[in-house]
């Protein structure tokens, strides 16, 4: 798997080239120096299926890294049908062999060096946060293009786009994008939470759309969003409902990555169990309504990868959800001992791996493009075989 993953990286990046880019000004002076060869585009990642709507249009087609990959909805799904988001993932895992997450969290300052020169290459506004927004889209997209064919998901980490401003944003945008055109269902990583009004409006930023005197103003448009249930049952019910209406789904705090998380989460409580026991219990009944016929729910658990003490007892006190795993890598987490994650099956668990990826070429050496997919397909297949 990794020789195959080496042969193809440099060709991605070529045809990456041709289609990254803040604005269309950017595209058209990429696109006129690095022109795509033709090829197959892979299917969108809609979350209703309908008929092709065609090229998104702040995203030019490029060649298909893969071809030969089914669509990631079911198959047997009826035109116009939401297909529920437990149901959808176990269709993405199984379509393409894989349960790896892209994480992609920019710093702009960190950039592989061939999106600094494309963002330099592009016309159009020249201030520092518009020509860092384009650099930032390029690296994304770079990234998406040399590891697309490991992974079933993207996560993006928002506040790393939402820090330069308006053309953060766009960059996001366009990343999502990209994002869609390689099949790949799309992560937003907000964390956000809040009172139901508040909530309701963070919903509809990244899940939805917004009704407004002119006609509705269309989200981000994401398959899946992290929260954060801080604020009780009743800041999450709007996320919950607005994910499920579109066949969506969120991923909620409960034992999270970072040291600092054993100050709360580990917390012993009154009534017996742990805050992260609790906050189990609160997916597992917000999710059960939404379980498909993969017998996995449109509510999962956000379960970092350094606590994997804790895998199995949080496995136990939510059969359903779907366990998106960060920590991989660069925090220490390792895939080898996330098995009880995926106890439903291959689509229990998302292992989701950002810095590890994205900076395996400042430890290995080599091109940037070449590494990334060297670590994403050993990754992958361990994740593969551990759920076997």
């Given at each position: ?206 899940l939805g759309s917004t009704d407004t005197a002119f006609g509705p103003v269309d989200g981000l448009a994401a398959d899946a969003l992290t929260i954060n249930p801080l604020l009780g049952t009743d800041s999450l019910e709007p996320f919950v409902d607005a994910a499920r209406r579109g066949g969506g789904g969120v991923f909620v705090l409960v034992r999270t990555s970072n040291p600092g998380a054993a100050d709360l989460q580990d917390l012993e409580l009154a009534a017996g169990g742990t805050v992260s026991d609790h906050l189990a219990r609160i997916v597992a009944g917000l999710g059960a309504p939404g379980t498909g016929t993969a017998g996995l ?92």
């Open positions: 798997m990794d020789g195959a993953a080496g042969s193809v990286a440099p060709q991605r990046l070529g045809h990456a080239a041709s289609s990254v880019g803040v604005g269309s000004a950017a595209e058209r002076a990429i696109r006129d120096q690095h022109a795509s060869p033709p090829g197959e585009v892979p299917p969108a990642n809609p979350r209703t299926l309908k008929a092709d709507p065609g090229p998104p249009p702040t995203s030019p087609p490029t060649e298909s890294i893969n071809p030969g990959m089914p669509p990631v909805g079911p198959a047997d799904a009826t035109e116009g049908s939401a297909v529920g988001f437990g149901d959808r993932v176990a269709s993405s895992v199984a379509a393409r062999s894989s349960q790896l997450v892209l994480g992609l969290d920019p710093d702009p300052a960190r950039l592989w060096p061939r999106a600094v020169e494309l963002a330099d290459q592009a016309p159009g506004d020249r201030s520092t946060a518009s020509r860092a927004a384009r650099a930032v889209a390029a690296h994304c997209s770079l990234a998406i293009e040399a590891t697309a064919a490991h992974c079933v998901a993207v996560k993006l980490q928002v506040a790393c786009f939402e820090r330069l401003g308006a053309p953060g944003w766009s960059a996001l945008q366009e990343v999502a994008e990209r994002a869609r055109d390689r099949g790949l269902l799309l992560i937003a990583d907000a964390k956000r939470g809040d009172i139901d009004v508040t909530a309701k409006a963070y919903a509809q930023a990244f729910s449109d509510v999962g658990a956000v379960v970092g990868a350094t606590a994997p003490e804790r895998m199995e007892a949080l496995r136990e006190l939510m059969p359903a959800a779907v366990f998106l795993l960060p920590g991989v890598g660069a925090q220490g987490g390792q895939v080898e001992q996330l098995s009880a994650a995926f106890a439903p099956g291959p689509a229990g668990g998302l292992v989701a791996a950002s810095r590890g990826i994205v900076d395996a070429y400042r430890t290995s050496g080599g091109d940037p493009a070449v590494a990334a997919a060297g670590e994403a397909a050993r990754l992958r297949e361990l994740a593969w075989n551990l759920a076997a």
